[in-house]
Nanobody, 116 residues
Framework: QVQLVESGGGLVQPGGSLRLSCAASGFTFSSYAMSWFRQAPGKERELVAHITYTGDSTNYADSGKGRFTISRDNSKNTVYLQMNSLKPEDTAVYYC?????????WGQGTQVTVSS
């Protein structure tokens, strides 16, 4: 009964902000590294941000560096992605991923559309 459920997506104007959430259940969340990926139609799925299982280290793709912030709250089994200064090219389905060793779990995704 592993579940990763994303929420917080929607339509936003260029320059706006969104905060995505991913609620996890059915596994030991605090032992898993977490990531956000995104995929636009016709494009490869790409890494957006990554955070270690303790939350003490993060990494970002160049596309989001300085605009996006990943964080986690292990007491709530939730990982977040704060997105600021959004651009039309950020439009994609955003996916939450948990991984530990060979184990990997994916959420079903949430749509983010940046358009004027």
């Amino acid at each position: 009964q592993v579940q990763l459920v994303e929420s917080g997506g929607g339509l936003v104007q260029p320059g706006g902000s969104l905060r995505l959430s991913c609620a996890a259940s059915g596994f030991t969340f605090s032992s898993y590294a977490m990531s956000w990926f995104r995929q636009a139609p016709g494009k490869e799925r790409e890494l957006v941000a990554h955070i270690t299982y303790t939350g003490d280290s993060t990494n970002y793709a160049d596309s989001g560096k300085g605009r996006f912030t990943i964080s986690r709250d292990n007491s709530k089994n939730t990982v977040y992605l704060q997105m600021n200064s959004l651009k039309p090219e950020d439009t994609a389905v955003y996916y939450c991923k948990a991984n530990r060793g060979y184990a990997a779990y994916w959420g079903q995704g949430t749509q983010v559309t940046v358009s004027s």
